[in-house]
């Protein structure tokens, strides 16, 4: 079943990749870059889970999560469209056959894991938050940072968040800040500190029919703010000593 679970995640993962990447090519202008930037995310989840990488299960899990929420979303301001259905629930089934412990012994606890990276248990469970954190957050991030209304500010926290996991998934203690830095501006932008609030739209075909919008795009990529609590008691440990 795991190996059948696994080929049903690439199936859709492959299908979100082609859908953004084609829409990026053939759709209005203004959709060139976010959905290029999704494609990008689709794409690299594909990859991680075909190849193994110990990460790429926590990132395409928080994919999935973010479906979900968009699903969520979708059903509440436009309701039960078949578009929202067919973006949304293939969503959930990505989190839902990339999760258990069959699963995760293909990736964070296999042996290849294990003698390359050394990971002790505490470490793995702060991680597999953090990354799952930032797959839920990017995608929300490249909506509101790349969409129609987007300014340098936006542009800035979506280059913090994408180098904060970058150095995430290679264990670089900077990346904590970062991500933490860009949830701050996340949520800076949907409170309308700065000026308006941000607001981020997501079309769900390539003709722009359908969309998913407001200022909850940012507040959401707010979440990016669980990383560093997540790694606040560590952290605390390391300064006492």
Known sequence: MIGIRRATALLFLS???????????????????????????????????????????????GLGNFGAIILLLGLLQIGPDPSILIFG?????IAVFLAGEGMASHYEHSEATAERWNFQ?????????????????????IIWALGPEADAFAWGVLGLAIAGFVGMIRGRTWSVAALGAAGVGAVISGLGLLGQPGVGYLFLDPAGSLVVAGSIFP???????????????PIARFLRK
């Open 15 to 61: 299908l979100f990749f082609w859908q953004y990447l084609l829409t990026a090519v053939l759709g209005p202008e203004e959709m060139f870059q976010f959905c290029l930037a999704l494609a990008a995310c689709y794409g690299i989840a594909f990859m991680g889970i075909a190849a193994e990488w110990f990460w790429s299960r926590w990132f395409a899990m």
């Open 89 to 93: 629930i293939p969503h959930l089934i």
């Open 121 to 141: 248990e505490d470490s793995i469970a702060l991680m597999r938050r953090a990354v799952r954190s930032a797959g839920f957050s990017l995608p929300i991030l």
């Open 219 to 233: 507040l959401l990529a707010g979440s990016l703010l669980v990383v560093p609590a997540i790694f606040a008691a």
